[in-house]
């Protein structure tokens, strides 16, 4: 099993709409997500810098590559573009991040 961690930036007093939205998130999309081997998906947010924090499990992290192309996840995509930083495809504009420590 992979941790994977990434950042992300939600926009300005959207945290109660980013949170409801996620509260709500679609059975297809959690299917898909689960179904390509990701499990204990959190995310966190700084509310000082609106960062968003993401951290999952991963089977394996190349099958994460095949997601893009999934009609739910660009449906999901355009549903969020409105309240984060977003890409010209309305994918969430994310950063890969370091593990520098882990303590299993």
Do not use: C
């Not at 709409?17 to 898909?32: N, S």
């Not at 700084?46 to 089977?59: H, I, P, Q, R, W």
């Amino acid at each position: 099993m992979y941790r994977v961690a990434f950042k992300m930036q939600l926009f300005g007093g959207k945290k109660e709409e980013y949170k409801k939205r996620h509260d709500e998130i679609w059975p297809e999309l959690a299917a898909l997500l689960k179904e390509t081997g990701i499990s204990e998906y959190s995310i966190f947010l700084d509310e000082s810098t609106n960062s968003l924090f993401g951290v999952l499990k991963a089977t394996d992290p190349s099958l994460l590559e095949n997601l893009p192309a999934q009609p739910v996840m660009q449906r999901w995509w355009n549903y969020m573009a409105d309240i984060m930083a977003s890409n010209p495809d309305h994918s969430p504009v994310s950063i890969p991040l370091e593990e520098v420590f882990y303590l299993p």
